[in-house]
């Protein structure tokens, strides 16, 4: 199965970085091809989320945020779709984003990466407000 993994510099501190991370209603603005439906329907209980992007097609799909590791998880049982997302301090006012996505055999590699790309970039932007 492939994995994909992007990180992505932030100009704000670690928590701040988490906090946007790990609001499900903001995943539509970073994540490439997230729709506002689909974050609307993994709001609700912070300790265990539907996965937006599975929530129609297997309602068992997760999406679990942890702050003491600064980390949001999501995926489906068995392995087939999952993927993380990291923060990591810097120094007090600069952060990561590290996004790693494991997915089925199959996939489209590139665009798998383009995607990856412009959802980081998106990340970075939308963070930072510029």
């Given at each position: 199965?492939?994995?994909?993994e992007?990180?992505?510099?932030?100009?704000?501190?670690?928590?701040t970085?988490?906090?946007?991370?790990?609001?499900?209603?903001?995943?539509?603005?970073?994540?490439v091809?997230?729709?506002?439906?689909?974050?609307?329907?993994?709001?609700?209980?912070?300790?265990?989320?539907?996965?937006?992007?599975?929530?129609?097609?297997?309602?068992?799909?997760?999406?679990?945020?942890?702050?003491?590791?600064?980390?949001?998880?999501?995926?489906?049982?068995?392995?087939?779709?999952?993927?993380?997302?990291?923060?990591?301090?810097?120094?007090?006012?600069?952060?990561?984003?590290?996004?790693?996505?494991?997915?089925?055999?199959?996939?489209?590699?590139?665009?798998?990466?383009?995607?990856?790309?412009?959802?980081?970039?998106?990340?970075?932007?939308?963070?930072?407000?510029?």
């Open positions: 199965m492939p994995d994909f992007k990180r992505v510099t932030v100009a704000v501190d670690a928590e970085a988490f906090n946007f991370i790990s609001d499900p209603g903001r995943l539509p603005v970073w994540v091809g997230m729709r506002l439906e689909d974050a609307i329907a993994i709001e609700g209980d912070p300790a265990l989320q539907e996965a937006p992007e599975a929530a129609a097609l297997a309602p068992e799909a997760r999406f679990f945020p942890d702050r003491g590791t600064r980390t949001v998880e999501w995926g489906l049982p068995g392995g087939e779709y999952s993927g993380s997302a990291t923060v990591g301090s810097l120094m007090p006012s600069m952060s990561t984003v590290t996004v790693r996505l494991h997915l089925p055999e199959g996939v489209d590699q590139k665009a798998v990466e383009t995607a990856l790309d412009l959802s980081v970039k998106n990340l970075q932007r939308q963070i930072t407000g510029r």
